[in-house]
């Protein structure tokens, strides 16, 4: 049996982990789950998974659940509890799938004990992948993929050499806002940014598909995972989301790895890596499929994209200074704060007015972070 | 240096593999080239690759070349030399380009010799897969596939388990009839069944794509190299031939290969596995592809695709008369002594006509092939 620590849930990516443990209860485990503040799920999970620990970030919220649950387990509380259970905890695999940069403490403290981590926070690796990378090689951690991007070109390079590769093509499905012109960005209401046509995933990735930003994180995500120059990364929009992403090698051969989407299939990859397990949580048929079509992404109408790859190449802090802002930039915008396309104005914004720090250390990162927060908070639009 | 052994040098794969030699020319070698009787063509080939031997089917031509030659390498003749060369040449690699069942014998002389072969004689696994196999594991002979589907299968399936296969998918172009009727393809003519749309081949195999008989060959194929029983190889209609295949898995995932067509890119995968080398034969732009379309076939309008499935689920020496039929039937229609739509006539009359023995050996199928061309010859339409 593995056990299984879940950062994160009650979000997106956490139901769907519990729903391919729950599949294979023969093999996974929960050793312990976590939250932010909705205890009245976490309290449903732990019924049904028996973890020995639950933490949820909220204070107030814990000593809730402590009361609901009643003894059944133990009950931690805030980032210290966070940081307690990944450090201490007697777990076999981290499934790390908290939203933007609180991912990042919790999972290096897990890189540092040598396990395998399920890495759904794209936002450890765009804010701090080279600390968190070389923690990895020095620990013998091993960083499975839960993007369903990143996930297709693992997958793809099962069996390949990193030396073959000639670029990754990471395809988008270009959000809800492929069809508008940038004219039409201007207006753009919060409750359309939300609706995304493929996947259903929490408000800030959602957003974060909306302005494409999304996929620019995913783009400096790739480069660390992969250890790939900006050089070798490409991004095609790929409406239906059918193929996950691909490699091309320096022969001209192309892999790709496709299917309906479904996260569960990435993280089941993940958890059951280098095994397939058979399952059945997606079935696709070409033949209904009809057409997959392939066009370039529109920098121009895309800022953030644009932004994101930039930042990719500045290197040093620009990329932890760019999610910084841009999770606040997300917020404000999903508060009603700001118009859409305030989004990447806030995110350049911070980018000019913050230092970039070439010398990257944990404590640079954490207070690059904060320092992007405020000035972005109190930033004029 | 690696040594090659080419069948069929002046044929499209012949063409092709003497392409890849040449780009690679510090690693590879020609120990020899065969073909039929073009010896205009093979005369340039050896000035070029220098091979020590060369061998022309056609004993009035070899006489010929050999004046020609005057004494830069050695020339034999007929099927014999043919034989002689795959049995006691001194080569490292045989490519196995010749068309139809002529490939059979030299293919399992090198195979008994556990030489690696890239194999482009699909008619080799599909009249005697069995046997073809059961030499291949006992000799430790490596049958690498040449074939755009089979080589897109193979290329999906390193790092993966066999045992994880789903199912596979065979992509199949349709060929130029396939946005005609029934109807219409009572009239088609032979300079129309020669236009395939993507790839640009030898005439048997271009008629076999205008009947589907080709993806026919391939499914039977397919079944013997990747040990897979009929259930679990689909065909699909790709008209942009740009997924050459993919694999399914257990897990749900799907692996594809893609790129634009070109057969020098699965000669050189079968030449240099497990290594990638880097070469410019294609360039895939994604962007430029606009779209990918899938649908399923149609069993009723492409008569030898079905016949095919049914020679595979029947076994035995079924699959040797399908092909010995089609041999045949295809010579007519080239020579327009028979109508499009009597091919498979033809081949159904014959599959009726033959008694379909279990027991397989090596003369069984040889006796088998004989009497299927007599009959099929001979028979009304």
Sequence with gaps: MKKILLLGS????????LEVIRKFNDIFEVFALTANSN???LEKQVKEFNPKFVVVKDKNKAKELKNLLNGKCI??????????????GDYDILVSALVGFAGLAPTIESIKRGKRIALANKETLVAAGEIVI????????????????????????VGEENKTIEKLIITASGGPFLR????????????DALKHPNWDMGNKITIDSATMMNKGLEVIEAHWLF??????IDVVVHPQSIVHSMVEFIDGSIKAQLSMPDMKLPIQYALTYPKRLESAFVDTHFPTLKE???????????????????????????????NAANEIAVDKFLNKEIKFLQIPELIKKSLESIEILNKIDFDTILECDLKTRELTLTLDT
């Design 10 to 17: 009650t979000g997106s990516i956490g139901v769907n982990t």
């Design 39 to 41: 205890i009245t799920l």
């Design 75 to 88: 009950v931690l509380s805030g980032s210290e509890g966070l940081i307690e259970i990944t450090k201490n």
């Design 134 to 157: 070389e923690l990895a090689h020095k620990y013998n951690s091993e960083i499975l993929p839960v993007d369903s991007e990143h996930s297709a070109i693992f997958q793809c390079l």
């Design 180 to 191: 508008k012109s940038f004219e039409d960005l201007k207006f753009v209401k919060v409750e």
């Design 227 to 232: 250890n790939l120059g900006k050089d070798k």
């Design 292 to 322: 997959l079509t392939f066009f370039e992404p529109d920098f121009n109408k895309f800022q953030c994209l644009k932004l994101a790859f930039d930042a990719m190449t500045e290197g040093g802090t620009a990329p932890c200074i760019l």
